[in-house]
């Protein structure tokens, strides 16, 4: 059984502010050095995989790592977000065709070639065997605005950059809890509503494909920006 317990949201629009107390334990420095040396170089292991062994993998490590994602920060906390798990290998397929009749279109003059140079050194084309190899998907969805039961609408807000965060949050929980993935974003993506259907005020957002890395798997040979290529101190 997993240690994490579900309370019901229920929408806040309008409510006052209700602070509560929050304490929580302060980490010693030396426990706090070593953890994010720890977790610094986990998640430097961390690569995007498109080849995918068809083994299953735990329903529950997969709903975990969701329930870590939707912990992420939104504006307004109004968590403009759906995660829809796929496993049912007829969808997987369905979902599989609808991508890479896009990404044909794409990959044939629509991207134009300074993407298609920029994705060069990845080894990617329009065949994406990862949609049905990998035992999982995982659509995320943004919901652009609250669509309540009675057809009433509220505005979300920053509804971008709060999927985005939670989608950098499940990447990393699927990566600890030893899981491979990949954000694919087929475009458009107006498929993935019409075969998952989803409700008219949520929009595609990305296809994360869970499991375990093939056998004969490979990456890119890739390098990543250093610190002080990313980092600026003042």
Sequence with gaps: MSPITEERWTPTH???????????ERMPAEESLARA????????ER?????????????????????????????????????????????????REA?????????????GEEWLAALRPLGTDAVKTHLTDAPALIVVFQ??????????RRKHYYVDESVGIAVGMLLSALHLSGLAGLVH??????????????????KAFAVIPVGYPADDCEVPDLVRKSLDQVLVEI
Aim: with cysteine; hydrophobic share 30%.
């Design 185 to 202: 974003t087929p475009s458009p993506m107006r498929f993935l509503s019409q075969v998952l259907g989803r409700p008219e005020n949520e």
């Design 99 to 111: 991508a890479e009749r896009e990404e044909e279109i794409s990959y044939d003059g629509r991207l």
């Design 37 to 44: 040396a720890e977790l610094c170089a986990r998640m430097r």
């Design 143 to 152: 919901q652009r605005y609250w669509l309540g039961e009675d057809g009433s």
């Design 47 to 95: 690569r995007t995989v498109r080849q995918f062994s068809p083994d299953p993998v735990p329903d529950q490590v997969v709903r975990d790592a969701i329930a870590c994602a939707a912990t992420a920060p939104s504006g307004a906390h109004q968590q403009p977000w759906t995660f829809v798990l796929v496993k049912n290998p007829e969808v997987r397929r369905a979902i």
């Design 14 to 24: 309008g409510d006052p502010y209700r602070p509560v107390p929050y304490r929580p």
